[in-house]
C-alpha cells in the first residue's frame, strides 16, 4: 500500500507511518540483543566481550548500508511525490545497481583490512579469534543486510512502513531460533550467533522480493527502467554517498570509543557492550521519527511544501522532546536491572560501570532526539551534505572528549564522550535546517514567480532542482 503524505494534517500521517517503523525497528535491535543475550548467557563473559569488542565494525558496516539505502531512496520518494512514476521504477533500478557494487566494495574491504583494524581497535588476545570471525561472517553476508535495507527503504519511500516490519518480526524470531541451534545445539560458539544473524537478514530480504513483486505493479521493472544512465546515477549517488560518509564517521567515532573502552579489558568492555545494547532499543522512537521525518519531507520536498515540511518537524521535534524525557527516566531508574538479563552470574563491576554509562548519558537524550529529526529532515529535501557535516562534528567533538577526558576521569570520559557529541551536532542541525528551509522557499518562489511573502504556492508545481 503506497501512501501520499503530500496531502491532509502531517502528524495524523507521520504516525501511523511511525509506529510500524518504531516496532521494526524495536525488532531489528532485538537481532543484536538476542545475540548477546544468549552469547552472554550460554558461553561467558568473555564471550560477550568478544562480540562487544567488534561492536563498532558490525555497526560500520550496518551504518554503511543502511546510510546508501537511505540515500538512494530519498530520490525515490521525492519522484513519487512529484507524480513521477517512470522515475519511481528508474530510481529502483538505478539503486540495485548501484548497491550491488558498494557490496561488492565493502566486501573486500572488511576481508582485507580486518586484521589491521581489531588491532588498532586494541583487542584483546584472549578475544581476538572470536572477534575476527564473527565481524568476517557478518562482512560476507553484508548482501543480506544491503538487500533488506534497500528493499525496506524502497517500500518505505512510496508510504508503506508495515511490510517491511513484518517480514522483520519473522526474521528476529528466525534469528533467535538459529543462534540457540547453532550456539547451544551444533556448538559453534560466536560464529553460530553470526551466521544466525546473516541467514535470518537474508530471509527478510527474500520476503520483500516476493512481497514487491506481487502486490506493487507500479515497481514492475522493464528492460528500459535498467539503463545505466551517469547523471541519474549521480542524482542518487549524491544523496547516497555523503549519507554513508555521514553514518562512517560516526561509526569511526564509536571505533575509536570502542579502541579505548578496550584497554581496559574484558569486564568493561561487557559492561559498555551492555549499556550500548539496552540504549540502542531505548532511543529507537527517536529513530523511527527522524526515518519517517525523511520520508514525509522527501514527498513534499518533491510536491514543493515547505510549509508542510515546517509544521511536520515542529511536532515531530515536540514528540520526540516527550519519548526522549520517557526513555531517560526509564534508562536512568531500570537501566541497572535491564543490564542483568546479558549475564547468567551477578558481575558487580559490569552492573556498575554499564548503570553508570546511562546515568551521565540520559539527561542528553533531547539533543540526541532533535539530531535524528533535523537531520532526516535535511536529508528528505535533498541537501546530503549537511547531515555529513554535523556527522563529523560528532566524530571531531566525540574522539576529543574521548581523548582527554579518559586522562582525568578514565571509564567515566568514555561516558561523557557521546553526550558531548550530541549537543554539538544537534545545534549544527538546528541552524542548518534553519537557513536552508527558508533558502529553498525563496529559491522556489522565485523560480515560479512568486513576490508576495504570504501568497499561496502553485497547485500545478514542476519539478525542480535547486541550482
Known sequence: MVRN????????????????LLIGNVFQQLYNIADIIIVGRTIGVNALAAVGATAPLFMMLVVLTMGLSNGFTVV???????GDLDGVR??????????LFFVLIMMLIATFALDPALAAMNVPEELFEDA?????????????MMGYNLLAGILRSLGDSKTPLYFLIIATILNIFLALLFIIQFGWGVPGSAVALVIAQGFSALLCIVYIAKKFPILRLQKQDWHFDWNFAWEHLRMGLPMAVQFSVLGLGMIFIQAVCNKFGPTTIAAFTSAMRIEQLALQPMISFGLSMAVFSAQNFGAHRFDRIREGVKKCSLLALCFSLFAAVIMYFFGR????????????????????YLHLSVPFYFFLSQIFIYRNAVQGMGIAMIPMFSGIVELILRTSAAVYLTEYFDYSGICYA?????????????????????????SY???AGITGEKEK?????EFFFLE
Request: charged residues 15%; aromatic residues 10%; negative net charge.
Open 418 to 442: 557521546s553526550p558531548i557529541a550530541w549537543l554539538g551536532s544537534s545545534l549544527f542541525l538546528f541552524a542548518s535546517y534553519h537557513y536552508f528551509i527558508r533558502l529553498l522557499e525563496d
Open 5 to 20: 503524505m503530500t496531502e491532509g494534517d502531517p502528524l495524523k500521517l507521520i504516525l501511523p507511518f511511525m509506529v510500524p
Open 457 to 461: 504556492l502553485p497547485e500545478n508545481r
Open 132 to 144: 575476527k570471525s564473527y565481524v568476517l561472517i557478518i562482512s560476507h553476508g553484508i548482501i543480506a
Open 445 to 447: 518562489k522565485q523560480h
Open 76 to 82: 525515490t520518494g521525492q519522484r513519487y511525490g512529484a
Open 337 to 356: 536491572e535491564m543490564i542483568s538479563i546479558f549475564i547468567s552470574e551477578a558481575n558487580e563491576q559490569v552492573l556498575s560501570q554499564a548503570q553508570q
Open 90 to 99: 528508474r530510481s529502483v533500478a538505478m539503486s540495485t545497481m548501484l548497491s
